[in-house]
């Protein structure tokens, strides 16, 4: 089964309301109507934002869907067992399925699936969300809010949506992409089944200033070309506090200055390197007597950058 995020057709987050999400469709359906679009593909489009919002906006429907999780746009996918044991008479295969009948079938066995529900005890669902987090919250190893929008099921074996809220721990060694495991925080058991969990996944920003290789951390520090030449002192940010740097005399563009443990930690209790990048800095525009002082230098200075 190819995956389709309807999400990102209609260009809206996960958590978007009714509104927000008829709103959306309103747009598109305007914008590629075959009728009044002038782009080449505006009829295949128009069919997409349709199918879309004919999913999102039924909560049957849009309950099964997100149960499915997110998986990038046009991959293929098989529904997770729990989805297919809930909401399908049997295993079978899904490669030749098509999402959108399978997510119209749903609705057609909610029926029979409310008897299932009261008859025996069922785990509840695991569920994923993406956390952002920031080199800063990684290597302080801070709290940080996550919040999720899940589907779950009422008394009456009836779909709801409800909105939760937790706060985490960042692991300081944790790794883009790693999944934080929340026990018995993902859809509740029902008729006495256990409750699902809830996978945080660690989505780390980029940063302003560091650049990130593994747990090693990049800084790029702007040197004029006198402090190059003389050396100098100059004050270098680190994601714990600033610190002074001795720049050596005669330092070239591109060299690398190792600060040790100044980037994030290692699972072995360790930290990784801070590496300062060194770029000469030429200024765009000189007075007239610092032009006659650069001069005076080309004159008397020996130094030729091509001579080898």
């Known amino acids: 089964m190819k995956y389709i995020d309807y999400y990102k057709v209609l260009g809206v987050e996960r ?22 679009s002038s782009e080449p593909d505006a009829e295949q489009k128009f069919k997409e934002v349709a199918e879309a919002y004919a999913t999102l906006k039924d909560p049957e429907k849009r309950a ?4 499915l999780g997110s998986h990038p746009q046009g991959s ?10 809930h909401f399908s008479s049997g295993p079978g295969d899904f490669s030749d399925a098509d999402l959108a009948d399978i997510l119209a079938a749903f609705a057609a066995a909610q029926q029979g ?3 299932q529900y009261t008859q025996r005890p069922r785990r509840g669902d695991d ?4 956390l952002p987090i920031t080199l800063e919250q990684l290597y ?25 809220h937790y706060r985490v721990r960042i692991p300081k060694e944790a790794t883009d992409g790693q999944r934080l495991r929340l026990p018995g925080k993902g859809g509740p058991g029902w008729q006495g089944g256990p409750a699902g969990d809830l996978y945080v996944i660690m989505k780390i920003q980029p940063h302003r200033l560091f650049r990130q290789d593994g747990r090693d951390l990049y800084y790029t520090l702007k040197l004029a070309p006198w402090e190059a030449v003389l050396g100098t002192s100059v004050e270098v940010p680190t994601l714990a506090n ?3 740097l001795t720049i050596p005399a005669g330092t070239t563009a591109g060299k690398k200055l190792r600060i040790g443990g100044r980037g994030l930690a290692k699972a072995n209790n360790k930290n990784g390197d801070l590496y300062v990048e060194v770029e000469i800095a030429v200024p765009a ?13 080309s004159e008397q200075s020996r130094f030729n950058p091509r001579a080898s």
């Open 15 to 36: 958590s978007a309301s009714d509104d927000e999400i008829k709103k959306a469709y309103r747009k598109l359906a305007h914008k590629y109507h075959p009728d009044i």
């Open 64 to 67: 099964a869907y997100d149960a």
């Open 76 to 85: 293929s996918f098989v529904p997770p067992e729990q989805w297919q044991q």
């Open 113 to 115: 699936a409310r008897q």
């Open 127 to 130: 569920f994923d969300v993406e």
């Open 140 to 164: 302080h190893g801070e709290e940080a809010d996550v919040a999720i929008n899940v589907p779950e099921f009422d008394e009456q074996g009836m779909v709801r949506r409800s909105n939760r």
């Open 242 to 244: 600033a610190i002074e």
């Open 285 to 297: 525009t000189v007075s007239d007597s610092e032009r006659e002082l650069y001069q005076q230098l």
